[in-house]
Nanobody, 125 residues
Framework: QAQLVESGGGSVQAGGSLRLSCIPSDYVANVPCVAWFRQFPGKEREGIAGIWRGGDLHDYTTYSDSVKGRFTISRDNIKNTLYLQMNNLKPEDSAMYYC???????????????WGQGTQVTVSS
């Protein structure tokens, strides 16, 4: 059973936008470090956006160069939901997208302990 559930994937034309959502189960709720990954067929998962809560209780983010400036990671602590706003999508963004959570800040490394089952994003030219 997936410990996180992604939604919001779909098909869109190049230049369009999608917003992915990720809701953790009660078991992984309030985990401080969460991230989005994507996986292309035959490739390893690539970390694209991460968010973590610092000691000052502010959220900090990091992005891969491939999505920086186009994608935005955020979370709603009241709704306990993680988001990935994806703008200016390109055909090369087509992949399966996963959210992940951990008490440890793995940044964009695929070492997170808890994963969702993924949601497919397809961008046509």
């Amino acid at each position: 059973q997936a410990q996180l559930v992604e939604s919001g994937g779909g098909s869109v034309q190049a230049g369009g936008s999608l917003r992915l959502s990720c809701i953790p189960s009660d078991y992984v709720a309030n985990v401080p470090c969460v991230a989005w990954f994507r996986q292309f067929p035959g490739k390893e998962r690539e970390g694209i956006a991460g968010i973590w809560r610092g000691g000052d209780l502010h959220d900090y983010t990091t992005y891969s160069d491939s999505v920086k400036g186009r994608f935005t990671i955020s979370r709603d602590n009241i709704k306990n939901t993680l988001y990935l706003q994806m703008n200016n999508l390109k055909p090369e963004d087509s992949a399966m997208y996963y959210c992940a959570a951990s008490p440890i800040n793995w940044l964009l490394l695929p070492k997170y302990e808890h994963w969702g089952q993924g949601t497919q994003v397809t961008v046509s030219s």
